[in-house]
């Protein structure tokens, strides 16, 4: 059975999502929204939103990110995410990592017949 691209992008945004939201990050704090919204500007990388939170709270575990509630223009306070050290860490090993990965896919794809 031929896989369908959802169920390819599915498996491919497991590995990777975690760190794109870190890459969001980079450049200062964003509150969940914020983080969807950088997300969704791209064509496959996010899904839903409700895989998000799951996701944020996940790598808050891990000590990548931290947060800090601040208050909201309108409704509740907002939780922001903030890079930690260790976050910025694991975003160079991937980064360096991921170069030489996707070099290799590349080029797995363009030799084979």
Not at 64 to 79: A, F, I, M, N, Q
């Amino acid at each position: 059975m031929t896989p369908s691209p959802e169920s390819v992008l599915t498996q491919l945004r497991k590995g990777t999502v975690d760190y794109c939201v870190l890459a969001c990050l980079r450049s200062g704090a964003a509150y969940g929204l914020e983080i969807a919204e950088r997300l969704g500007e791209r064509k496959v990388l996010f899904a839903s939103g409700g895989t998000l939170y799951p996701l944020l709270s996940r790598l808050r575990q891990q000590g990548w990110v931290t947060t800090t509630l601040e208050p909201s223009p309108v409704g509740p306070p907002r939780r922001y995410y903030h890079l930690t050290d260790e976050g910025e860490n694991a975003l160079k090993v991937f980064t360096e990592t991921w170069h030489l990965f996707a070099a290799d896919v590349t080029t797995m794809i363009k030799e084979t017949p």
